[in-house]
């Protein structure tokens, strides 16, 4: 009796953080994010390889499973080219560029900002038949010390932001 007694503050600390990190992004690695990345992706009609480097994965909030990647478009044709850098499927509702985005896939277009200039960069989001849904400027972050073609970063308030080098969109 003594021992459960014990035992409870410790597990009401473990309940709580649990219930704590439920509300905010949490990055995804491992096995579930090698089992989640496809090795393809499909737009407009093609489909184009993922950069496994330059993917991440987090979930939401409120738990859905949020996958993002760089596309390899060498090759295709230049209108692809100059539109999709890369994708975003989700398995729930999340908001990028102000706009509500639900359940589905989607493929982005993202414009940095001049190397070695302080001026916001554009991202573009369409879904997979190439209407454009969302666009919006991603200021750049001069805080980045070392830049990475794609990551997610979550912040202590739980909050979260894609970056594209250091150009960067709020994810909510």
Same mark, same amino acid.
């Given at each position: 009796?003594?021992?459960?007694?014990?035992?409870?503050? &410790?597990?009401?600390?473990? *309940?709580? +953080?649990?219930?704590?990190?439920?509300? @905010?992004?949490?990055? !995804?690695?491992?096995?579930? #994010?090698?089992?989640?990345?496809?090795?393809?992706?499909?737009?407009?009609?093609?489909?184009?390889?993922?950069?496994?480097?330059?993917?991440?994965?987090?979930?939401?909030?409120?738990?859905?499973?949020?996958?993002?990647?760089?596309?390899?478009?060498?090759?295709?044709?230049?209108?692809?080219?100059?539109?999709? &850098?890369?994708?975003?499927? *989700?398995? +729930?509702?999340?908001?990028?560029?102000? @706009?509500?985005?639900? !359940?589905?896939?989607?493929? #982005?277009?993202?414009?940095?900002?001049?190397?070695?200039?302080?001026?916001?960069?554009?991202?573009?989001?369409?879904?997979?038949?190439?209407?454009?849904?969302?666009?919006?400027?991603?200021?750049?972050?001069?805080?980045?010390?070392?830049?990475?073609?794609?990551?997610?970063?979550?912040?202590?308030?739980?909050?979260?932001?894609?970056?594209?080098?250091?150009?960067?969109?709020?994810?909510?």
């Amino acid at each position: 009796m003594k021992s459960l007694r014990l035992l409870a503050p &410790i597990l009401l600390v473990l *309940t709580a +953080g649990s219930a704590i990190a439920q509300n @905010q992004f949490q990055l !995804v690695t491992g096995k579930a #994010f090698d089992s989640a990345l496809p090795k393809d992706f499909y737009l407009e009609g093609n489909a184009i390889p993922t950069a496994k480097r330059n993917a991440a994965m987090a979930t939401s909030p409120s738990g859905a499973r949020v996958v993002f990647s760089l596309l390899d478009t060498t090759g295709y044709a230049s209108n692809i080219i100059e539109k999709y &850098i890369g994708m975003i499927i *989700t398995e +729930g509702d999340l908001t990028i560029c102000g @706009q509500k985005v639900t !359940v589905g896939s989607y493929g #982005f277009g993202w414009v940095p900002s001049p190397r070695g200039e302080d001026k916001p960069g554009t991202f573009s989001l369409y879904n997979q038949a190439g209407a454009k849904l969302a666009e919006c400027s991603t200021p750049r972050d001069a805080n980045v010390k070392v830049p990475r073609p794609l990551q997610v970063v979550v912040n202590a308030d739980g909050t979260a932001a894609l970056y594209h080098g250091r150009n960067r969109v709020s994810l909510q």
